[in-house]
Structure formats: structure tokens, C-alpha cells
């Protein structure tokens, strides 16, 4: 009789820590969960250094940072480990002994974020496979030695801008053994249709190691710019999508916006990932849409044009 209690004791306990870890499961929102995107010097207008930079992301509430920068990548780690800030990611477009030699000097995990090579000119869709398998393979070694992940990073090249080109490059490496590389799914860069998202991102959430917002607009097969977070017409449903799924994974917001104060842009958004969160919960309760900055214009560097009236 005692044996029967004790394991109707432990089956009720069980049950409800799992409704406890469901309940309990940290928002996608959560400002602990949310790193700040492409705020080093060449994207912030007031050229913050490393010191500034991470005293910047403590003042907004922000304590993660996927950074995009080069040059001082130890005074970069320096200064969040001062400031408590975790370097949750890498920009990483090509094999880099500096950043893998700090990573592991530092004792830090950041994710290893891979975009499409434009070198790789192969049409065929088996040899294209093949040829992103062997160029991510060393990548994905190194970080794996580090106990770091890879993310595939849709950006800037067509044919890896596919999610599905993704997932076949992950697969054939799962089946290689490689298993520490994934998908970062950028709203930025992505094109594709919204009625075909919720199937979409059904397909790639079991490979999702981050997701980074930004605004997108009513077509979502035109080119996104880079827009805050509420202030366009598509992102609120497919966000949406994102948190009804149930991943809990890191999200990013993107700054990148060189003639503005990297500050005001990752505010920007935090403002408006924050509407969005009330128009999840309550259509309308979120008031009026963000609105974009009036961002200047950068200073023009072109040469004057040659007199080509009086040219014979």
C-alpha cells in the first residue's frame, strides 16, 4: 500500500511540474531572451566602442548581443563579461581563427551565425548540397570543439535564403555526424509568401536556434528594408505564428541603421515588439502603430559627374 502511494505521489508530482514547466516557460519576449542585432560602430551613429556599447544594452534592460563587428574581438568580450552581457552570437560569413581563438580563451558559447557563399556557382541542386556541406563542415567542427551551435543565416544569397536548402544542408550533415548546426530565421532577408509561413515555419522550428524580427511589409515576396518591429503590415501575423508554436527559443532585434543612434533603434523596436505583444493578447488594446524613424540621409560621397554637354 505504501509502495502504491509513494508512486501515485510521484505521478502527481510529475504532472504537475509539467503543467508547472508549461505554464512557467519563459516568454519569446522576455527582455533576458531578446538580443540586440548589428549595433557595432559601422551601423551605430554615434560609434560606440565596446565599453559604450554594453553600458548602452544595460540601460535598454537588454543583456544579450549577437555581434557583427571585427577588429577587437577581445575587448568586445571584455566588456560584456564587465557589464554581464552574453555575446549570444557571432557574425560569421567565413572560417575565423581570431574569433575561434577568443571564443575559447574566454570560455564563452556564443552561436556561430553562417550565410550562403557566393562563390559556390554550382546549379544542380545535389552538387549546390554538397558543396555548402563542405564549406560548413570545418565551421561547424570548430564550433562544435568550443560546445558551440552553427546557424544557417538567410541573407544576401538566393539560394540559401531557402529554408528548405537549409534543412537539406543540415540533414546531410546530421547524416555525417555533424550535429550542432541549425537555422537562424531572419524576417529581414526573408521573401516568402505569408499565407505559406504557418507551413513553413512548422517545417523548420525542430532546426530553429534563434529568430530575429523585423518589420515586414504587406507583400512579403519584395525585399524587406530594415523596420521596426509593428510599424508594417505583415510582421504582427507572423509573429504571432512564432509564439502560438511554442518555441522558446532567442529572439533578435536589428538595428542596423548607420545614421542613427544604434540606441534609438533597438529602442524603437523594443517599443514596438511591446505593442505587438498587447495586440496578441487583445486586437486593438496596443493603440496607435509604431511609427518609423525619419532617418537621415548619409552624407554624400559621390564624384561630381563630368561635363558631358559639350563631349564629342
Known amino acids: 500500500m505504501k509502495h502504491t502511494l509513494t508512486l501515485l505521489t510521484i505521478a502527481i508530482l510529475a504532472t504537475a511540474s509539467a503543467r508547472l514547466t508549461a505554464a512557467d516557460a519563459p516568454s519569446i519576449f522576455d527582455r533576458k531572451n531578446i538580443s540586440a542585432l548589428w549595433i557595432a560602430a559601422p551601423w551605430d551613429a554615434k560609434k560606440r566602442g565596446p565599453e559604450e556599447r554594453m553600458k548602452m544594452l544595460r540601460e535598454l534592460g537588454l543583456s544579450r548581443l549577437a555581434y557583427n563587428g571585427s577588429g577587437a574581438v577581445d575587448a568586445e568580450i571584455e566588456a560584456a563579461k564587465k557589464h554581464g552581457i552574453e555575446i549570444a552570437a557571432w557574425w560569421y560569413p567565413a572560417r575565423n581563427p581570431q574569433i575561434v581563438d577568443a571564443t575559447k580563451r574566454h570560455g564563452i558559447h556564443p552561436q556561430f551565425w553562417v550565410a550562403g557563399s557566393r562563390a559556390i556557382t554550382v546549379t544542380n541542386e545535389a552538387d549546390r548540397i554538397a558543396a555548402e556541406v563542405a564549406r560548413i563542415?570545418?565551421?561547424?567542427?570548430?564550433?562544435?570543439?568550443?560546445?558551440?551551435?552553427?546557424?544557417?543565416?538567410?541573407?544576401?544569397?538566393?539560394?540559401?535564403?531557402?529554408?528548405?536548402?537549409?534543412?537539406?544542408?543540415?540533414?546531410?550533415?546530421?547524416?555525417?555526424?555533424?550535429?550542432?548546426?541549425?537555422?537562424?530565421?531572419?524576417?529581414?532577408?526573408?521573401?516568402?509568401?505569408?499565407?505559406?509561413?504557418?507551413?513553413?515555419?512548422?517545417?523548420?522550428?525542430?532546426?530553429?536556434?534563434?529568430?530575429?524580427?523585423?518589420?515586414?511589409?504587406?507583400?512579403?515576396?519584395?525585399?524587406?528594408?530594415?523596420?521596426?518591429?509593428?510599424?508594417?503590415?505583415?510582421?504582427?501575423?507572423?509573429?504571432?505564428?512564432?509564439?502560438?508554436?511554442?518555441?522558446?527559443?532567442?529572439?533578435?532585434?536589428?538595428?542596423?541603421?548607420?545614421?542613427?543612434?544604434?540606441?534609438?533603434?533597438?529602442?524603437?523596436?523594443?517599443?514596438?515588439?511591446?505593442?505587438?505583444?498587447?495586440?496578441?493578447?487583445?486586437?486593438?488594446?496596443?493603440?496607435?502603430?509604431?511609427?518609423e524613424p525619419v532617418v537621415p540621409k548619409p552624407a554624400s560621397t559621390a564624384s561630381p559627374q563630368p561635363d558631358t554637354k559639350n563631349a564629342k
Open 137 to 291: 563542415r570545418p565551421i561547424a567542427e570548430d564550433a562544435a570543439a568550443l560546445g558551440c551551435k552553427v546557424g544557417l543565416y538567410n541573407h544576401r544569397e538566393p539560394w540559401f535564403e531557402e529554408q528548405d536548402h537549409q534543412v537539406a544542408i543540415i540533414e546531410r550533415l546530421k547524416h555525417d555526424g555533424i550535429t550542432n548546426v541549425g537555422i537562424v530565421f531572419n524576417f529581414h532577408h526573408w521573401r516568402g509568401s505569408q499565407v505559406e509561413f504557418p507551413a513553413l515555419f512548422q517545417r523548420i522550428q525542430p532546426y530553429l536556434i534563434a529568430v530575429n524580427l523585423n518589420g515586414m511589409k504587406a507583400d512579403t515576396s519584395q525585399y524587406p528594408g530594415v523596420r521596426f518591429i509593428g510599424s508594417d503590415e505583415s510582421e504582427l501575423a507572423m509573429i504571432r505564428v512564432v509564439e502560438a508554436s511554442g518555441w522558446r527559443g532567442p529572439i533578435g532585434v536589428i538595428h542596423e541603421r548607420p545614421t542613427v543612434d544604434a540606441a534609438e533603434g533597438i529602442k524603437g523596436n523594443l517599443q514596438g515588439l511591446e505593442w505587438v505583444q498587447k495586440e496578441l493578447q487583445q486586437p486593438g488594446s496596443g493603440g496607435p502603430k509604431p511609427q
